[in-house]
C-alpha cells in the first residue's frame, strides 16, 4: 500500500510535466552540464601512473600553492564570519539612511565581474596605490603577497554569509531575547546564550560556502596576487600554467584535486543546512 500510495504522488496532477518527462530532462541536463565534463577530468586523469599522478599533485611548488589557496581561504572565511555577522546585524536590527543602498552593496561582487575586483584592488593597495602607499613606509607591503590574496577572497565571499544569515536573523523570535534581559541577561549573555545558537548553524553554512568559493576563485586574485611560485601563487594559477604548456595530464591532476576538495566542502554544506533546517523546525 505503501508504494502505491508513493507512486499516486508521482501521478498528482501539476501546472509542469509529468514527473517521468521533468525528471528525465532533468537528469539529461544535469548529466550534459555537469557530469561529463567533470567526468572528462577523471577520464584524463586515469591515463596516468599512480606515481606520475602522485608527484605531480605533491610537487613543491604545488603544495606551495596548496598551502596559499588553502590558508588564505580559510582565513578570509573566518573573517566573513565575524564581520558579516556584524553587516548582517546592522542591516537587519537597525534603521537608518541609505540602508537600502547599503544592503544592495552587499551583493556587488556577484554582479561586478571578477577581473575588474581584481583589477580595483590591485589600484588600491599596489605600493603606490590610494592605500597601499601608507603601508609601504612601515614596511606592510599587501599586493602581491597572500595578504593581498586574503582581502580579494573576503571582498567575493562577504555576501555567501550576510545572505545565509540574514534570513535566519530575521525570522528569529525577539521575544526569546526579551525575556532574557527580563531575567537579568546582560547583552552580552542575551547574545551568547539566545542569540548566537540560533545563528551559529547559519554562520558555518556560510562559512562553507564562502570557503568553498574562495578555493575555486581565480579572476579577482590573479591581478592581486603577483604570481610569484612559493609566495603568491595560488592553485588556479598553476593549472592555467599547465594547460598553456600543454601539459593537460597534469592540470587534470590538480583540477581532481581542488575538485575532490569542492565536493567535500559541498557534503559539509549539504550537512550543516540539513542540521540548520532541523534546528529550527524543532
Do not use: C, H
Not at 555577522?85 to 539612511?97: A, C, G, M, N, S
Amino acid at each position: 500500500m505503501g508504494i502505491v500510495a508513493g507512486m499516486k504522488n508521482f501521478r498528482e496532477p501539476s501546472v509542469i510535466p509529468g514527473f517521468g518527462i521533468t525528471l528525465g530532462i532533468t537528469l539529461t541536463y544535469l548529466g550534459l552540464i555537469v557530469l561529463i565534463p567533470l567526468s572528462g577530468l577523471f577520464i584524463t586523469t586515469a591515463g596516468v601512473s599512480f606515481a606520475e599522478f602522485w608527484k605531480t599533485v605533491t610537487s613543491a611548488r604545488v603544495l606551495s600553492a596548496y598551502r596559499i589557496s588553502f590558508g588564505a581561504s580559510l582565513a578570509a572565511a573566518f573573517i566573513n564570519v565575524f564581520f558579516g555577522l556584524i553587516v548582517t546585524w546592522v542591516l537587519v536590527r537597525y534603521k537608518f539612511p541609505g540602508k537600502r543602498i547599503m544592503d544592495a552593496m552587499v551583493d556587488l561582487p556577484f554582479a561586478l565581474p571578477t577581473a575588474v575586483a581584481g583589477i580595483a584592488l590591485t589600484a588600491l593597495y599596489a605600493p603606490q596605490g590610494w592605500i597601499g602607499r601608507y603601508f609601504e613606509p612601515l614596511g606592510v607591503k599587501i599586493a602581491f603577497t597572500p595578504l593581498g590574496i586574503t582581502i580579494a577572497l573576503v571582498f567575493i565571499g562577504l555576501p555567501f554569509v550576510v545572505r545565509t544569515v540574514q534570513p535566519v536573523l530575521e525570522d528569529m523570535n525577539r521575544e526569546y531575547e526579551e525575556a532574557a534581559v527580563s531575567l537579568g541577561a546582560t547583552r552580552w549573555q542575551t547574545f551568547y546564550y539566545v542569540i548566537l545558537p540560533e545563528l551559529t548553524p547559519a554562520l558555518m553554512t556560510g562559512f562553507a560556502m564562502a570557503l568553498a568559493r574562495a578555493l575555486g576563485e581565480y579572476g579577482s586574485v590573479i591581478f592581486i596576487a603577483g604570481n610569484m611560485p612559493g609566495v603568491s601563487e595560488i592553485i588556479p594559477l598553476i593549472i592555467i600554467t599547465k594547460l598553456e604548456q600543454y601539459d593537460y595530464t597534469g592540470a587534470t591532476s590538480i583540477a581532481v584535486v581542488m575538485l575532490l576538495a569542492s565536493f567535500l566542502m559541498l557534503f559539509a554544506i549539504n550537512l550543516l543546512q540539513a542540521w540548520s533546517r532541523r534546528r529550527r523546525d524543532e
